[in-house]
């Protein structure tokens, strides 16, 4: 016929766009790329048995890090185990029980709303409610309460877009076989959402990880470690810096040598922390789908 | 018709403001094949749903009137919808299979309604399967995920899925529309079967189907039922002009 | 102003006077600091260890918060105290002067720290104001700026955006960074006080911490900014006012100009406290304790 | 024939465990609501009276913020227009960029490349926006003040801010939001049901094509979820910044040294007391307002659109096989049956 | 066979390890409608999509031998897949309607190849509905979205929105396994219709459908072709035993 289709037809737009692309994606793969790179060149000098192992000591004059490693620790364990029920909950709440209708819609805006809010604001209601009101003071349990509330609208969000991305018709099969509701959503909805729960996860784990404005006035930025086996319990009712606290206190003391050590440690955990939730999700699809 | 399993009266669905079933009267004989049929869009899905409550599911439906299985009223409100359709199954039109093996799928009916013993369970898995002509080719993957099987597959493993919980009921929309004629001939000589211990009822577009298979034929047009009878007078000997009509392919 | 001006440049009169009765050796404050420092960690080991069964006994916490220019005084002290007595856990936030004295008027805390003297609201409210020690404030500029100090004007002339460029005041021609801490740091109202420019300066960056200004200086062409005595290292050049050069003797003589107090206050007198704290203050009243003070770069009061 | 069981008899153990799980999920779901009413009102209780004491017309409008002087002055009209036209301008570079990669990421990329570069920006969306700004201090600000000399060569009025202004606050916003941007855009591209790429593929369209009139349409809802999730950390962001725009309050010019709605209260809300305290929780409340009005606006009118079509959700919703049925009226994804009508 | 449209040669085609089509050799005539037949699975489907060079989406797929376009080898390097796909137009098993308007569905593919003008879009629309026999039902509500259409609607709709780009050769993977008798027929009028321009090549599970409308017939069995002939020929006079097995139903 008229037109062989040997010969491409150039198409103006197409390859714009397609040039638009490519410079987008190396622009930001580079970006990234040489954020990492950079803080692991500088960093990593920092980096000794005694920084991971100890607490900083004025008197002797050695920094390190223990202390926040351990706090970060509890607060992202804390907080996760608060948010992820309530923040799944409610997810399950709006896409599979809610008739929709101004209740769900005002669950949705306020759930959008949480989740613009800026993370210092979160920090003055913080430390107003949870320290001043509920007299928590500066302490792990203060912060993260408060980073729950932050965190809560992340995994809400992604549970919610991942049970909307369940085919319907997984749902009519199911109860078209008499199955109750909670029973086909344990068996079928949650399973195939579970990809997405974990996204939800590792990014509250990301942000929880990486915050600091919410934490400097919640959580403080104390540095010990417990002094008995009862100090592991009652920390939690003490102030503990995390990791990016005290990344912070240090860049603004400017010892960037510090501050690069731990951003490297930072950059390390976060990797784990998403392997891990890779591995954990990838189990899961092997189990649920083969 | 004394042996009615299950009896519409004045049903009446409202999608919005979409009303989607019209008065519909209608009894559904006991250990028998009724067939619906009627043009695209007339209601067949709808009415086939409303006979199991999976319109319940759907925002904005209304529905009136009564809908009877064994003369109770499954729109009461003491209904235990789990065992409303535990006792009255269903076929879709699409495959849908779950995203879990193939076992799984089959297995997960009888695990609702509480069989636990993975001897029991092995053994459901496999009649159902036979029953919907498909064992032969999936036995050697019983463990493998069911979305791995081709659309004909998919649909005879749905089919082996609602047979595996023992309804008293089945409800099939379109089964075989999926499917190539062999399986089709196999799953039409398992509606035969069938209907010795259950009432089956299909909705299907292909009329040869219809008077092959069903005792009874019902014929749908914009959310009425136009006429119900047996089968055979339905294909011979249509009391209405519409149905005439469409039965000889004048419109549709 | 002038009057919080006369009371204040009285009380650090007072204390500087009272700071140059106890004796403290060296010239140099970086030596000084490190002497001082081994010193104090033998003396802290030594007396844990000779009066272990009288501190035993001796348990509790205390917290502290407030003015982050204190951390290293804050930190030490905790250190060293906790080290003498096992029993007691001492911790420190630094959330600034203002919302440590807050905490502790409110209660939350025991000890509130103000790199700053109180205001009279505060002390009405009835927190006690305890100075502790007393500390000065450098004016740096990037080690490779030519000029080696500056008159008073000069300095309140660059500060208030009249001199814009160095070779106005003696250096090369570049222009002038300006950098300063955020209104309300006690760093920031002791200089801006002490120099009578209050509310007319024209900060470039206004940054808000002590680290932060040492930093941007440091890799700033052309910056100046002003700073605590005890973070001073070789990163950046100090410049002599009226050439007067900032040193612990100077300070304590009283020439040169700009320094302030280091308070760490408490609701009610330190004898209305409980005997934990009070141990802390009579620590720091000690012997040890003021070693303690001169070993991270402060002086001694009274 | 009747068999053994009535439909009408229910086995209560179990509705009661079916009660229980739908009134846990209720209540969770109510924890947003909740939490966004008691933030406000305390917001609310803490940040109006200095509006009150200080005069409305002089918190916003005001240019001269002197907390401290003598004559307080406590104007913060300029620090809420850094904040409006850093954000602006942040999400002005980093949303295209960001959508741009997560096209290229999940539609143009090679398998093996995108699998390394999947994890590595999941990574950096973890990574504490401290470390940007860390960056921001050691390269962006010295870059800047390159620049700054050189525009500035000779200027008697310009005041010299050593490379740390509005623009190095900028671009660390932009490359703070990427990750967040990227990762969310191309989870909602690859949710689009294939089915909707090969029909377009199948018309003759384009790959390119394909992906700008179908593949980001039906990924809308997603992609608005990284706008607002960006502008949000855009907005909020105060750590990260503080060091690097100068923080003084000035008129949001690119060489000027600048202070956000966020670091106006990060930087002096730990040394302020009595009204001072208070205006900077009316600059928290101020933020919480921007953050609601944008919010609205930005979900309202991405939304309204959305609702003409009836397309969204039902879009993303289908699957492989399954083809949505949205019905006549506007049919929330969340009850409708498909892949049956 | 001289005016064939499309060719194949040795053609073979590999999902990963699975070898689901083997050395394929078929001629599509030009100007009539060819129609696919065989048991599930058999690689009907796969083998259309290798005529519009659909499978290139797939992950893992390996194709081996040569198809020609009118003498063009359309997997040569040089080929603009695009072009290919507008000429050999394709409409698919499952209906696949865009999420947007009906109108908006319609003008997507005239819009790709660069008509703006309205009046032509509106007729191109108008003419593409009503030629594949849904446009009564829809032209009301032409703005709406294309989702809230029935199965069967929705399908008639992706065959018009295939047709509104003029293709040269129509592939339909069994485009009216979810229409009813009425639509079936008024599609199989309008392929009847297309031939006469176009080249139809459709794949059907219905035996009926295939010596109805085609012109010649191919069976397919586990990847292979056994036989292809005109249609009467393949119904009346099969040469393969298979093939007469196949469609007397004595297998599947
Ligand atoms: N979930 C729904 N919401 C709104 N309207 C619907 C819904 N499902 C079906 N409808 C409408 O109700 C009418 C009947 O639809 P139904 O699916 O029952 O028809 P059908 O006879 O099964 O058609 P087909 O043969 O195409 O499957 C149609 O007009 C359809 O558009
Ligand atoms: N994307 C794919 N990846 C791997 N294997 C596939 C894929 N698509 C199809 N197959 C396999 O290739 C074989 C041929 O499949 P195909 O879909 O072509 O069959 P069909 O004849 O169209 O069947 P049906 O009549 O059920 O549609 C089957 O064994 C199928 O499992
Ligand atoms: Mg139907
Ligand atoms: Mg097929
Ligand atoms: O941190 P300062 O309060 O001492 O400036």
């Excluded at chain 1, 199955?179 to 079928?188: E, G, N, V």
């Excluded at chain 3, 080991?45 to 003015?67: K, Q, R």
């Excluded at chain 3, 007198?269 to 303690?292: H, P």
Aim: with cysteine; aromatic share 6%; proline share 3%.
């Amino acid at each position: 016929m008229d037109q062989s289709i040997l010969v491409k037809r150039v198409r103006v737009s197409d390859i714009v766009i397609t040039a638009a692309i490519y410079a987008a994606a190396s622009l930001s793969i580079l970006l990234l790329a040489g954020i990492v790179c950079y803080t692991f060149v500088k960093g990593i000098s920092s980096i000794s048995w005694q920084f991971l192992t100890t607490v900083p000591s004025s008197l002797k004059g050695t920094f390190g890090i223990a202390g926040n490693l351990l706090n970060t620790l509890y607060i992202v364990v804390i907080t996760l185990v608060i948010a992820t029920p309530i923040g799944v909950g409610s997810a399950i709440y709006l896409n599979e029980y809610a008739k929709p209708g101004k209740v769900v819609r005002t669950i949705e805006f306020t759930t959008e709303i949480l989740s613009g809010i800026p993370s210092i604001i979160f920090g003055l209601f913080g430390m107003v409610f949870f320290g001043n009101t509920l007299g928590l003071g500066y302490s792990i349990i203060t912060g993260a309460l408060t980073l729950t509330l932050m965190v809560l609208p992340l995994i809400t969000r992604n549970t919610q877009e991942a049970l909307k991305t369940v085919p319907e018709s997984y749902r009519s099969g199911a109860l078209g076989m008499g199955a109750a509701r909670w029973y086909m959503i344990r068996t079928i909805l949650l399973p195939s959402a579970m990809p997405g729960i974990i996204t939800g996860i590792i990014l509250a784990v990301g942000r929880i990880v990486g915050e600091s404005a919410a934490l400097l006035f919640t959580a403080g930025s104390g540095f010990l470690l417990p002094k008995s086996g009862m100090g592991f319990l009652t920390k939690i009712l003490e102030s503990g810096g995390t990791l990016t606290i005290q990344l912070y206190l240090c860049m603004s003391k400017a010892q960037y040598g510090e501050a690069f050590g731990i951003a490297v440690v930072l950059l390390v955990l976060v990797l784990l922390i998403n392997m891990l939730t890779k591995y954990l999700s990838g189990k899961f699809n092997v189990e649920t789908r083969e | 018709m004394n042996n009615a399993k299950i009896s519409t009266k004045k049903l009446n669905l409202y999608y919005g403001a979409n009303h989607a079933l019209k008065d519909v009267d209608m009894d559904i004989t006991a250990n028998a094949i009724t067939a619906f049929i009627g043009p695209s869009g007339c209601g067949k899905s709808t009415f086939l749903k409303t006979l199991n409550r999976m319109n319940d599911l759907v925002d904005g439906v209304k529905i009136d009137g009564e809908v009877t299985l064994d003369g109770e009223n499954i729109y009461d409100e003491k209904v235990d919808t789990t065992l409303l359709r535990k006792k009255v199954g269903m076929v879709f039109q699409q495959p849908n299979p779950f995203p879990m093996s193939i076992y799984d799928n089959i297995a997960y009916g009888p695990r609702i309604h509480g069989i636990k013993s993975k001897a029991r369970l092995d053994e459901i898995v496999e009649e159902s399967l036979k029953g919907a002509a498909i064992f032969d080719e999936v036995k050697d993957r019983l463990k493998k995920s069911a979305l791995g099987l081709s659309g004909g597959q998919q649909q005879r493993l749905c089919i082996a899925r609602a047979l595996a919980v023992q309804p008293e009921v089945l409800l099939m929309d379109e089964p075989t529309s999926a499917l190539d004629p062999i399986s089709t001939l196999k799953i039409e000589d398992l509606m035969e079967d069938l209907k010795k211990k259950y009432t089956v009822v299909v909705v299907t577009h292909n009329m040869q189907q219809a008077a092959r298979v069903s005792d009874e034929t019902a014929f749908f047009l914009v959310g009425e039922v136009v006429e119900k009878d047996i089968t055979s007078n339905i294909f011979a000997r249509p009391k209405d002009k519409r149905t005439e009509d469409y039965i000889t392919g004048r419109f549709g | 102003g002038c009057g919080t001006t006369e009371t204040t440049t009285a009380d650090n009169g007072a204390a500087s006077s009272q700071a140059v009765a106890s004796e403290t050796a060296g010239t140099d404050t970086a030596a000084a600091a490190a002497g001082s420092e081994a010193a104090s960690g033998e003396t802290a080991s030594e007396t844990a260890s000779e009066a272990a069964s009288a501190n035993a006994g001796l348990s509790g916490s205390i917290s502290m918060a407030g003015s982050t220019s204190m951390e290293k005084l804050s930190n030490a002290l905790a250190e060293s105290f906790m080290a003498k007595y096992p029993g007691v856990t001492v911790t420190a936030e630094f959330t600034g002067s203002g919302a440590g004295v807050e905490a502790v008027a409110a209660g939350s805390v025991d000890i509130g720290n103000a790199s700053r003297n109180l205001t009279e609201e505060e002390k009405a409210g009835g927190v006690a104001e305890n100075i502790v020690a007393i500390d000065g404030i450098a004016v740096v500029t990037d080690p490779a700026n030519t000029a080696s100090g500056l008159t008073r004007e000069q300095l309140s002339g660059i500060y208030t955006g009249e001199i814009k460029n160095w070779k106005d005041a003696g250096g090369a021609d570049q222009a002038i960074v300006v950098v300063g801490r955020e209104a309300g740091s006690g760093t920031r109202g002791a200089f801006e006080e002490l120099l009578e420019i209050e509310d007319q300066c024209a900060y470039a960056n206004e940054l808000d911490s002590t680290g932060a200004v040492m930093a941007k200086v440091a890799a700033t062409p052309g910056a100046i900014g002003y700073v605590s005595l005890d973070v001073i290292d070789d990163t950046v050049k100090t410049l002599s006012i009226d050439e007067v050069e900032p040193t612990v003797e100077n300070i304590k003589g009283g020439s040169y100009l700009l320094s302030r107090p280091f308070v760490m206050a408490t609701k009610g007198e330190i004898s209305e406290q409980n005997e934990t704290v009070q141990a802390l203050f009579d620590y720091l009243a000690s012997d040890e304790g003021k070693a303690l003070i001169e070993s991270v770069g402060l002086i001694v009061t009274e | 024939m009747k068999m053994a069981f009535s439909i009408v008899r229910g086995r209560h153990s179990k509705n009661a465990v079916e009660k229980a799980a739908q009134i846990i999920f209720t209540v969770c779901a109510f924890f947003a609501v909740l939490a966004v009413f008691s933030i406000t009102l305390y917001m609310l209780i803490n940040g109006t009276p200095a509006l009150f004491k200080v005069g409305l017309k002089d918190i916003l409008f005001g240019t001269v913020w002197k907390p401290t002087a003598k004559e307080p002055s406590f104007g913060i009209l300029y620090i809420i227009l850094t904040s409006i036209v850093g954000t602006a301008f942040s999400i002005a570079i980093g949303v295209p960029i960001g959508v741009l990669t997560a096209v290229f990421l999940a539609e143009a990329a090679p398998k093996k490349l995108a699998a390394v570069v999947k994890p590595a920006v999941e990574l950096l969306a973890g990574v504490p926006s401290v470390i940007y700004g860390l960056l921001g201090i050691m390269i962006l600000n010295p870059l800047m003040y390159r620049v700054e000399t050189a525009v500035f060569k000779g200027s008697e009025t310009h005041q010299f801010t050593g490379g740390a202004n509005l623009i190095s606050a900028v671009i660390v916003l932009a490359i703070m939001i990427l990750p967040t941007v990227i990762n969310i855009s191309e989870s909602a591209l690859r949710a689009v049901p294939s089915q909707y790429k090969s029909a377009s593929l199948a018309l003759g369209a384009s790959k390119i094509q394909t992906i700008f009139r179908v593949m980001l349409p039906a990924a809308k809802s997603g992609i608005i979820t990284a706008v607002v999730l960006g502008v949000g950390r855009a907005i909020g962001e105060a750590m990260a910044i503080t060091l690097v725009s100068g923080s003084s309050v000035n008129f949001p010019l690119p060489f000027h040294s600048v202070r956000f709605l966020t670091t106006a209260i990060v930087s002096e809300m730990g040394y302020a007391s009595g009204l001072h305290r208070e205006v900077l929780f009316t600059i928290g409340l101020v933020l919480f307002a921007f953050i609601m009005l944008i919010n609205t606006c930005l979900t309202k009118l991405l939304k309204s659109k959305d609702t003409q079509e009836k397309v969204k959700e039902a879009g993303s919703r289908s699957e492989g096989k399954s083809c949505g049925t949205a019905g006549e009226k506007k049919n929330r994804a969340g009850a409708a049956v498909q892949g049956e009508a």
